[in-house]
């Protein structure tokens, strides 16, 4: 683990560390005020592409371009694996990530390594200091990772690029892509209204921003507002635009999505039109995938792709690694980095399922069936062996405080009780990486002064909640600090059906504690509401 900077002797860095930290500049200066530039920004990314040289090897690579407001990232997962286990090389490039930043470029299905993410890393960065200067600066931090990507894809000679939109469409660095093989538009919603518009007409217009003239496209069901809208782009543009509809499961031969949840079959079927679509443009027929598709089946290696997909922190669960053999699944942390009330509803629901039929299995079942997702094995395998036990269910939750919490959490909490789900508790804690922080190989040292006005926030409005649904009027909620261990900074602001923690690790400890208090409980933690919640908890408690 890093060194906290508490003077001691001078931490050596990586060269992995170091190229991080160089990144982060990327990041700073972007904030530094006064560096307007000339021109508009997106346009600078054809002069990076020329200070790279890759103006050429884009324009010869195959590509697969998906934007959306939710689902991107699945998407492009599963495709990215659909076409890997057709045989073709892949480079899948998502954001954001999680715990490395080389999680955004995968080469084969596999996070590219650090040797060659070094390599391909100062070549970009070497060239663009050399070349850029007072009329162009550096790229901002997302575009520069762009263009990383275009290099390792083209270097690496990569069959299919599959590229997820950072933000938007039309302005996103991503599309400077020109000739695109198939384009694919996920499920629209309300995000980033200050950018990209507070209607979902003019979301969606953002969004169809990466349409190309000819260029054939897929999108999901989408409400009305918004298809108008990616109906009119796609006709300016002579897009064939067609709807993929959700995965039918019973084209998976009794196997599940890797990646859990309803509305992962929406992704699915998006993914498998981006594929045929792919395979048919390219020329690549001789497998005749297209006619089985067309048919009440899938190839099976469509299947097979789409049953071992990945995709980290989206419906993800994990067992503690710190709970002793004898009570393994005793403390199991499910997690799903929703942030807009769309998906935060998906996430409850995916939740209230996961945890029922885990339960439904832990008590009526000693035998494995054979169709279990691969991910969520070890949990389940944990949950098989283990004896009856009460199962709690507990909210782990933050959301950063440019969302609004009164369209988070009472969703969460709503569609929860309808589905027979009542937290336990829920723990409100701050993050512990910044947001954009690109360097995230340790937990940084809890910071003692950290200000929890937020986090006292989402627990009133938390409490709130419960006490209208047990048919009190909303009151006043003030919580009591409870100062544990004559230490300040265990203090914790506790109410009847909350807590607030000044960090994570305090939050994981008093679940530990909490089990190994009372052995006739299982805790089920739904960690939501960030992503960077979600990377920070896999960071904490995984193997
Ligand atoms: N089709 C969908 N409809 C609604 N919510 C979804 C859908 N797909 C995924 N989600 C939710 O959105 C979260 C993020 O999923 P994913 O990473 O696939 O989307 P993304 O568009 O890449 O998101 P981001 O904006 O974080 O990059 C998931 O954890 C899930 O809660
Ligand atoms: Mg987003
Ligand atoms: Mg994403």
């Given at each position: 683990?890093?060194?906290?900077?508490?003077?001691?002797?001078?931490?050596?860095?990586?060269?992995?560390?170091?190229?991080?930290?160089?990144?982060?500049?990327?990041?700073?200066?972007?904030?530094?005020?006064?560096?307007?530039?000339?021109?508009?920004?997106?346009?600078?990314?054809?002069?990076?592409?020329?200070?790279?040289?890759?103006?050429?090897?884009?324009?010869?690579?195959?590509?697969?371009?998906?934007?959306?407001?939710?689902?991107?990232?699945?998407?492009?997962?599963?495709?990215?694996?659909?076409?890997?286990?057709?045989?073709?090389?892949?480079?899948?490039?998502?954001?954001?990530?999680?715990?490395?930043?080389?999680?955004?470029?995968?080469?084969?299905?596999?996070?590219?390594?650090?040797?060659?993410?070094?390599?391909?890393?100062?070549?970009?960065?070497?060239?663009?200091?050399?070349?850029?200067?007072?009329?162009?600066?550096?790229?901002?931090?997302?575009?520069?990772?762009?263009?990383?990507?275009?290099?390792?894809?083209?270097?690496?000679?990569?069959?299919?690029?599959?590229?997820?939109?950072?933000?938007?469409?039309?302005?996103?660095?991503?599309?400077?892509?020109?000739?695109?093989?198939?384009?694919?538009?996920?499920?629209?919603?309300?995000?980033?209204?200050?950018?990209?518009?507070?209607?979902?007409?003019?979301?969606?217009?953002?969004?169809?921003?990466?349409?190309?003239?000819?260029?054939?496209?897929?999108?999901?069901?989408?409400?009305?507002?918004?298809?108008?809208?990616?109906?009119?782009?796609?006709?300016?543009?002579?897009?064939?635009?067609?709807?993929?509809?959700?995965?039918?499961?019973?084209?998976?031969?009794?196997?599940?999505?890797r990646?859990?949840?309803?509305?992962?079959?929406?992704?699915?079927?998006?993914?498998?039109?981006?594929?045929?679509?792919?395979?048919?443009?390219?020329?690549?027929?001789?497998?005749?995938?297209?006619?089985?598709?067309?048919?009440?089946?899938?190839?099976?290696?469509?299947?097979?792709?789409?049953?071992?997909?990945?995709?980290?922190?989206?419906?993800?669960i994990?067992?503690?690694?710190?709970?002793?053999?004898?009570?393994?699944?005793?403390?199991?942390?499910?997690?799903?980095?929703?942030?807009?009330?769309?998906?935060?509803?998906?996430?409850?629901?995916?939740?209230?399922?996961?945890?029922?039929?885990?339960?439904?299995?832990?008590?009526?079942?000693?035998?494995q069936?054979?169709?279990f997702s691969a991910s969520n094995k070890l949990a389940e395998s944990y949950s098989c062996?283990?004896?009856?036990?009460?199962?709690?269910?507990?909210?782990?939750?933050?959301?950063?405080?440019?969302?609004?919490?009164?369209?988070?959490?009472?969703?969460?909490?709503?569609?929860?009780?309808?589905?027979?789900?009542?937290?336990?508790?829920?723990?409100?804690?701050?993050?512990?990486?910044?947001?954009?922080?690109?360097?995230?190989?340790?937990?940084?040292?809890?910071?003692?002064?950290?200000?929890?006005?937020?986090?006292?926030?989402?627990?009133?409005?938390?409490?709130?909640?419960?006490?209208?649904?047990?048919?009190?009027?909303?009151?006043?909620?003030?919580?009591?600090?409870?100062?544990?261990?004559?230490?300040?900074?265990?203090?914790?602001?506790?109410?009847?059906?909350?807590?607030?923690?000044?960090?994570?690790?305090?939050?994981?400890?008093?679940?530990?504690?909490?089990?190994?208090?009372?052995?006739?409980?299982?805790?089920?933690?739904?960690?939501?509401?960030?992503?960077?919640?979600?990377?920070?908890?896999?960071?904490?408690?995984?193997?």
């Amino acid at each position: 683990m890093a060194e906290g900077g508490n003077g001691s002797a001078k931490p050596t860095v990586s060269p992995y560390d170091e190229a991080m930290d160089t990144l982060s500049s990327l990041i700073t200066e972007r904030t530094r005020a006064g560096k307007i530039q000339k021109g508009d920004p997106f346009d600078y990314m054809f002069d990076y592409l020329k200070m790279l040289d890759l103006e050429e090897p884009i324009s010869k690579m195959s590509i697969i371009h998906v934007a959306g407001t939710k689902g991107k990232g699945s998407t492009c997962a599963f495709t990215e694996s659909i076409l890997r286990n057709c045989g073709f090389r892949t480079g899948l490039f998502t954001s954001p990530h999680l715990i490395d930043l080389r999680e955004r470029f995968r080469l084969d299905g596999v996070d590219i390594c650090e040797e060659k993410f070094l390599a391909y890393f100062w070549w970009c960065w070497d060239r663009l200091k050399e070349r850029t200067g007072d009329d162009i600066s550096m790229p901002t931090f997302f575009r520069f990772l762009t263009l990383l990507a275009f290099k390792i894809f083209a270097a690496e000679q990569v069959d299919v690029a599959i590229l997820e939109v950072g933000l938007g469409g039309r302005l996103d660095s991503t599309n400077v892509v020109q000739a695109p093989i198939v384009c694919g538009i996920s499920s629209l919603g309300y995000d980033h209204m200050e950018i990209l518009g507070y209607t979902l007409g003019e979301i969606a217009g953002e969004k169809a921003g990466i349409f190309k003239q000819g260029v054939p496209a897929f999108t999901v069901p989408q409400p009305d507002e918004a298809m108008r809208m990616l109906e009119k782009k796609a006709s300016q543009l002579d897009v064939h635009l067609k709807v993929a509809l959700p995965l039918d499961v019973n084209l998976l031969n009794g196997l599940d999505l890797r990646l859990e949840g309803e509305h992962q079959y929406i992704n699915a079927g998006l993914a498998v039109a981006l594929c045929s679509t792919w395979i048919q443009r390219t020329g690549h027929i001789e497998a005749n995938y297209l006619d089985e598709t067309k048919q009440s089946s899938l190839p099976e290696k469509f299947i097979k792709g789409l049953t071992t997909a990945t995709l980290q922190g989206r419906g993800q669960i994990v067992p503690d690694r710190f709970i002793d053999i004898e009570s393994p699944g005793d403390l199991v942390f499910y997690l799903d980095g929703a942030h807009t009330p769309e998906s935060i509803e998906v996430c409850a629901k995916w939740f209230c399922r996961a945890i029922k039929e885990r339960n439904k299995q832990q008590n009526f079942s000693s035998n494995q069936p054979e169709n279990f997702s691969a991910s969520n094995k070890l949990a389940e395998s944990y949950s098989c062996e283990i004896p009856r036990k009460n199962s709690t269910q507990i909210l782990l939750f933050n959301c950063m405080s440019v969302r609004d919490p009164q369209s988070l959490l009472p969703c969460l909490f709503n569609t929860c009780a309808n589905h027979g789900v009542h937290f336990k508790k829920a723990l409100f804690v701050p993050n512990i990486s910044v947001y954009n922080k690109v360097w995230s190989s340790a937990l940084p040292p809890i910071d003692s002064q950290v200000d929890l006005s937020w986090q006292l926030t989402l627990q009133k409005l938390w409490e709130n909640l419960n006490s209208s649904e047990k048919g009190g009027d909303a009151k006043k909620v003030d919580p009591i600090c409870e100062e544990g261990e004559a230490d300040k900074d265990r203090c914790v602001w506790s109410c009847e059906n909350s807590s607030v923690f000044p960090s994570l690790p305090l939050a994981v400890k008093w679940l530990r504690d909490t089990i190994q208090q009372n052995k006739s409980t299982r805790f089920q933690v739904l960690v939501t509401g960030s992503l960077h919640l979600v990377g920070d908890v896999l960071r904490f408690v995984k193997k």
